[in-house]
């Protein structure tokens, strides 16, 4: 029995359920689906996902609207961020944030759940959203390099549990990062850009290289260009496939050695877009 997981950057679950989010869940039901930027408070954020909850109830997935698990955190700044995770398998317990970041800014950017498979093997989700950053303004670049340093030490304490015989992770989100030239249209074009900068970069060397984190879509689909991830809503990038990859998952090494296939759901219009990212799903037999 798989077990299927989904990352999707929202940008703003009020906005994409305007634009047809509806539609899209009644095709896709993940077991685990980890959501980033949801920005919208959380008198607004429980009606949409208990609609969720129906689509998972009319798709067969569950048998009554509560047994959808939820979990999700505001961002203390309002119409930033935000995260969430929803499953139709059991939670057994919830974290959230980062240990040592207490910025307001840095709130509704990780949660992590421990969730039972139908096997009966727990697993460690992580559903992050890391900051966007930006190059003129040197506050928001300190924000995104101090919290990849605080997610840094996190992983390994999750990579060391893993080793050790504790619950495999898996961490998915919205990096803002692309990782590689395979990442990202143009990459000569962006290398001084926020996303695409050798010091973000080099973060994502050090959970695959020291770590052992796997990235487990790349593992999947080898050395290609792309598949991306995040097109701008301006110009034609979309229609010129001219993206970045930006969500991942990340898995510790044996939920990664699961890992059976990958879909990267991109529209096949600019119209059929609820976000300005698509939504990565991946398949493990645990």
């Not at 950017?109 to 727990?122: A, C, K, L």
Request: charged share 25%; glycine share 8%.
């Amino acid at each position: 029995m798989t077990v299927t997981i989904t990352t999707s950057n929202m940008n703003g679950i009020r906005a994409a359920k305007r634009k047809g989010l509806h539609k899209w869940v009644m095709r896709n039901t993940p077991d685990i689906w980890c959501m980033q930027e949801v920005r919208a408070p959380q008198s607004e954020i429980d009606p949409i996902i208990a609609e969720i909850a129906q689509d998972y109830v009319e798709a067969g997935r569950l048998s009554a609207p509560a047994d959808l698990a939820s979990s999700n955190e505001v961002c203390k700044v309002k119409g930033r961020a935000g995260v969430a995770i929803v499953s139709d398998l059991p939670v057994l317990e919830r974290r959230y944030g980062l240990e040592g970041l207490d910025e307001d800014v840095d709130t509704g950017r990780w949660i992590e759940t421990d969730i039972r498979t139908p096997q009966g093997y727990v697993i460690t989700v992580v559903c992050v959203y890391v900051h966007a950053g930006n190059v003129d303004d040197p506050v928001k670049m300190g924000q995104k390099y101090r919290f990849l340093e605080k997610m840094t030490e996190r992983l390994g304490q999750l990579q060391d549990e893993a080793a050790h015989g504790g619950r495999q992770a898996v961490v998915c989100g919205d990096y803002n990062v692309a990782h590689e030239d395979i990442d990202i249209n143009n990459p000569a074009g962006h290398v001084h850009n926020s996303g695409f900068l050798p010091e973000e970069r080099a973060y994502l060397d050090r959970w695959l290289k020291d770590l052992d984190y796997v990235d487990v879509m790349r593992d999947l689909a080898g050395d290609i260009q792309g598949p991306y991830t995040w097109w701008s809503m301006r110009g034609r990038a979309f229609d010129n496939d001219a993206g970045w990859r930006l969500d991942y998952q990340f898995a510790t090494p044996e939920l990664a050695q699961a890992a059976r296939g990958f879909v990267v759901d991109k529209p096949d219009n600019y119209f059929k877009r609820w976000s300005d990212h698509a939504p990565l799903t991946i398949t493990y037999d645990v």
